[in-house]
């Protein structure tokens, strides 16, 4: 994830666990995430849609390798946070693009994050947005899967419709199989007390404990 200075979504997700839990007693559908993705394949990768002023990268510089920056993808990570840290964050999508292109987890999340978020320059791009959060997802990035849980509950953002429980399900319990607490208690209260089609009580429990 970014660093602590630069968090784009922790805030937000942390309120929105607490929303979540203490609404699923009465199971009422969250209205304040915005930040979700489909589970469908993931699209083709389209251009970011808009200018900027371009810092240069030699393409023959490797900045990702094994989902792991580089020493060189860390300098361009970092360039991105000043960019971001001054305002430019259209500009700072552009530096990070090439370490989600290359396979960072954590870069193609931030990219959806910015991209559905729409701010400072950057247009808001649904469909694009929800490309990269399904690549980090793919990759393990337990933030996108968490993320992809609460959009699916919430059924309201990023060309999801209508509230989905069972992709719901399916991503809360992906991530908490890489061990992501808020995916663990939030999973066990929806198997509790949520909806019979996902209600699995004795799995809950065991979530919960």
């Known amino acids: 994830m970014f660093p602590k200075f630069t968090a784009l979504h922790l805030s937000v997700n942390r309120a929105l666990s607490v929303n979540l839990l203490a609404g699923l007693m009465g199971f009422v559908c969250l ?18 849609g ?27 990570q970092n ?20 370490l989600a292109e290359q396979g ?17 320059g950057i247009p808001i791009n ?15 990035y337990d933030q996108s899967m968490l993320d992809l849980g609460f959009a699916y509950f919430n ?5 999801i419709v209508k509230p989905d429980l069972i992709k719901s399900v399916m991503w809360l319990q992906k991530c908490a ?15 509790v007390s949520g909806d019979e ?3 699995n009580i004795e799995a809950g429990l065991a979530m919960l404990q």
Request: aromatic share 4%; with cysteine.
């Open 155 to 159: 059924g309201t953002s990023l060309g």
């Open 197 to 199: 089609k996902i209600r």
């Open 126 to 140: 649904n469909a694009l947005a929800l490309s990269w959060y399904e690549r980090a997802a793919a990759n393990g």
């Open 31 to 48: 209205s304040v995430f915005t930040h979700a993705l489909a589970a469908e394949p993931v699209p083709a990768i389209a251009p970011l």
């Open 104 to 120: 960072h987890g954590e870069s193609q999340h931030n990219m959806g994050v910015m991209l559905s978020k729409g701010d400072k």
């Open 50 to 76: 808009f200018k900027t002023t371009e810092q240069p990268i030699d393409p023959s510089v490797p900045l990702v390798k094994d989902g792991v920056l580089t020493a060189a993808g860390t300098v361009v």
């Open 79 to 98: 360039l991105g946070i000043e960019q971001y840290q001054s305002g430019l964050d259209a500009l700072a999508m552009q530096t990070w693009l090439p």
């Open 177 to 191: 199989d890489v061990g992501n607490t808020i995916c663990e208690s939030t999973l066990g209260q929806l198997q």
